[in-house]
């Protein structure tokens, strides 16, 4: 039988499977003990806006430096992360660290966090956004919720009733990686999305002869605005593909011909830097990821 002892469940996986068994539970102790001992931090990458080419804000992107493995992507660990439990824990502290830098911010800048389905689903989470925005004193309307399509796929009143407290709070609310879920078009029609953000597998070679892409992209844009949405074009990196998106309309870009996921204090140089007008034109960040 597969239950039984526990050990005994590792019979039921080859060699390398086991090995990547045991790998996540070392990973889940390392991430448990980076998050007790100030191991993660975030770093800000911007969102520009596509008419005036200055900066709206910067989406929050967590990052862990293992003390042996070195960096490791947040699309390995939050994984992890949720189905340990510790993805709780580890969203408040991205919700408080990330509004509390923010606070430090041109007033007008927004901040765009991002939020796990399983976040998404506890109903303390509304809790731990307002004591979010109150400890760092921020405005309800300068905190934008990064949500994927997989909040969708246990679609029932406690995702309706989630989406009403948020909107209540005053926070906006962002539909990610647009096109990689299984993306039906019904909850757009009762989701209250402030703004829709174009997967990067649409944007990244959009701007190459014969790629259906731009079509796509061509249509989103105009379901986006006829439902009265923002959209944003997610990784953007070359001059061609810039032209490009700024040619279909979308109303905002982010990617790196904008800029990197950089440290908060680079942002705050940035901005000092360039006075009022945070513009991401020559925008350098003095350490961007590579
Ligand atoms: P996402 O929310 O779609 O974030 C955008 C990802 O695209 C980021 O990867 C960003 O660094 C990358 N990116 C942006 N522009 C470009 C570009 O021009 N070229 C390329 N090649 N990449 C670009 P990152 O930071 O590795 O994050 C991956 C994913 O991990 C995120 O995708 C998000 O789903 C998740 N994630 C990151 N931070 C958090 C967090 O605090 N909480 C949760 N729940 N998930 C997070
Ligand atoms: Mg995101
Ligand atoms: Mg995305
Ligand atoms: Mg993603």
């Not at 102790?29 to 911007?46: C, I």
């Not at 105009?222 to 061609?240: H, I, P, V």
């Not at 490009?244 to 440290?263: A, D, E, F, T, V």
Request: net charge negative.
């Amino acid at each position: 039988a597969a239950k039984g002892n526990g050990r005994g469940v590792h019979r039921f996986y080859s060699s390398d499977m086991h090995a990547d068994a045991e790998d996540r539970r070392a990973l889940e102790e390392d991430l448990r003990r980076a998050l007790a001992a100030d191991g993660l931090h975030l770093v800000y990458q911007p969102v520009v806006s596509s008419k005036t080419e200055q900066i709206t804000g910067y989406e929050a992107l967590l990052r862990w430096n293992h003390p042996v493995r070195g960096p490791i992507s947040p699309t390995l660990f939050i994984p992890i992360a949720e189905d340990s439990g510790l993805i709780g824990q580890i969203g408040e502290w991205v919700m408080h660290t990330a509004c509390r830098d923010a606070a430090d911010w041109q007033d007008g800048i927004r901040v765009a966090v991002n939020v796990s389905p399983s976040q998404f689903a506890n109903p303390g989470f509304p809790s731990t956004v307002m004591n979010a925005l109150a400890g760092a004193q921020l405005a309800p309307e300068r905190l934008e919720l990064e949500i994927t399509e997989s909040v969708f796929l246990n679609d029932d009143d406690g995702t309706d009733a989630m989406f009403t407290r948020l909107k209540a709070i005053g926070v906006r609310l962002a539909l990610d990686d647009f096109g990689t879920g299984y993306s039906s078009l019904g909850y757009l029609k009762k989701a209250p999305f402030d703004k829709i953000k174009i997967d990067q597998s649409f944007v990244r070679g959009a701007a190459t002869k014969g790629s259906r892409n731009s079509a796509i992209i061509k249509a989103i844009v105009s379901l986006a605005e006829a439902l009265g949405m923002d959209t944003t074009a997610e990784g953007a990196e070359t001059q061609d593909e810039l032209a490009l998106i700024r040619q279909l309309g979308c109303s905002h870009i982010q990617g790196y011909i904008y800029g990197k996921p950089m440290p908060a204090a680079d942002v705050l140089a940035g901005q000092r830097s360039m006075g009022t007008a945070a513009s991401a034109n020559g925008f350098q960040s003095s350490r961007p990821e590579r």
